[in-house]
């Protein structure tokens, strides 16, 4: 039995084979959920109606609880068993091969057809891929072939393994024929996985382009960003938008100091009247005094 996660969720179609039927609603109607849920209203409301009324409300809720749930696993069991028999009649017919019939096939042979949806699924959720850079693909062809001839490569595997020790000259040449067409399928088999490998590689390869033009894009998004700040910046500074500034004058520095130096005039003629020893060194008296 196969262990690997991948091939046991899958199913391999054939190009335009028709898939089992679906019932959404029976479907949803049957699922353990849903009867689970009904079962519980019905018997919660019989708790209630017995609580209020009658103790026989809650036998007559229990009894409907239980019919619900025989209701929907009746109804369960018959979709199964529908889409079991369309399964079936789509792998006589050669159109479906089932991730059970994969499962037991050879490991030699197993292995082909998880390499190929490995490489599948890694192109189909690639960002070139969902992003359209690969156009449309569908690989259901390349997966029902690849599949359908491990199945195939395993029973003729199987099929020599009995005849080998045969000694009848019809069962040597039937398996002498069987090698040859069993290495023929084999080569072609890993032929195709390696083609589906490669093309994941490209897909990997075109993610990685997108992620360095977004990287890229980034880049000269923020620096464009910082390009009009310091512009603006710029412009406030030097350019059209800078107030007119103009270099001040000396007028209120000159100001101050006529004011100071009168302010010293005053208050050295007022010391010299009170008789204080006036030292002149300010006021334009004080300067005079200096030049003489």
């Known amino acids: 039995m196969s262990s690997d996660p991948v091939g046991e969720r899958f199913e391999y179609y054939a190009v335009g084979a028709p898939r089992p039927r679906s019932r959404p609603v029976l479907t949803v109607v049957s699922s353990p959920g849903a009867a689970g849920v009904v079962a519980a209203v019905c018997v919660a409301a019989a708790l209630v109606a017995a609580s209020m009324l009658h103790l026989g409300f809650l036998l007559a809720g229990a009894f409907v609880a239980m019919i619900v749930l025989a209701a929907g696993a009746w109804l369960r069991e018959g979709l199964e068993n529908e889409q079991a028999s369309d ?16 499962a037991l096939c050879d490991k030699k042979d197993r292995k082909p057809v998880e390499k190929a949806r490995s490489a599948v699924a890694v192109i189909t959720s690639s960002e070139a891929a969902t992003g359209g850079w690969l156009g449309d693909i569908d690989f259901t062809a390349d997966l029902f072939w690849i599949a359908s001839s491990a199945v195939e490569a395993s029973a003729m595997q199987e099929l020599i393994t009995k005849l080998k020790p045969s000694r009848r000259a019809s069962d040597k040449q039937a ?9 023929a399928r084999r080569k072609k088999l ?8 490669d093309a994941a590689k490209h897909a990997r390869a075109v993610d990685e382009r997108l992620r360095r033009q977004q990287e890229a894009s980034a880049r000269l998004a923020l620096r464009d960003e910082e390009s009009a700040r310091m512009a603006g910046l710029r412009t406030r500074l030097v350019g059209n938008e800078r ?9 209120a520095v000159e100001a101050i100091r006529a004011r100071a130096e009168a302010f010293y005039d005053v208050d050295a003629i007022n010391r010299r009247v009170a008789g204080d020893d006036v030292v002149d060194t300010g006021g334009v008296l004080g300067w005079l005094r200096r030049r003489l």
Do not use: F, I, Q
């Open 87 to 102: 399964k079936r009649l789509l792998v006589e017919s050669g159109y479906l091969v089932t991730h059970s019939e994969v």
């Open 175 to 183: 398996v002498s024929a069987g090698k040859v067409w069993l290495d």
């Open 190 to 197: 890993d032929e195709r996985v390696k083609l589906l490998e």
């Open 243 to 251: 107030p007119n500034l103009v270099e001040p004058s000396n007028e």
